[in-house]
């Protein structure tokens, strides 16, 4: 997709741009709408839906979620400063990734609810997100996407520990909630400045 010149080296045409930009805008996107599910979640274990600690992080979290969301979709924003080149079939595998994903949060879900154990749900679902951004990364040939699989992994195990050492459900909810929204903010925001 990357026809070379020798004065320049190489030179993406208009197909890799666009895919770029796209690929670009959708992550950020995507990754905006996760984080804010997070923050909700997170903002559920610091008191009843009408406290003032849930309504000012689901308030933060909005805003967080649309400046973010303004910076991937902007006007003028500067190219990626690298072209992005999936692998074959990369859209099927990442149809397969994120179908294997879905399952496996759903049966967390059920295992953890089934067992009488609901306080391992966001550890598990923040484990299971996490491993599905190392198979993405290669899909999508985002390098940064190995990073967000790593800090959400180390995420879950935080919440792991938090559980063994005794948190409350809304705790550990609020714990992983919150630290997985960021990470994938931050991500975000990266795809959105960086590409």
Known sequence: MT???PATGPTPDDACLALTRTLRRRGTLVLCV???V???AAASGTGSATDVVPLVTEAAAVLVTAGTVYLGYRRGAAPSPRVVSPPPNWARGVG???TVELVAVLAVIAASNASGHSSLIP??????????FFPLARLYDQRQYRWTAALLTAVAVVGLVLVAAGLSAEGVRGVVGLA???VLWGTACH???RG
Do not use: D, K, M, R
């Open 3 to 5: 026809p070379t010149t």
């Open 34 to 36: 996760f984080a804010l």
């Open 38 to 40: 997070w923050a909700f």
């Open 96 to 98: 397969i990734v994120n």
């Open 123 to 132: 550890v598990g679902v923040a484990l299971v997100v996490g491993l599905h």
């Open 180 to 182: 997985c929204a960021v």
């Open 191 to 193: 795809l959105a400045v």
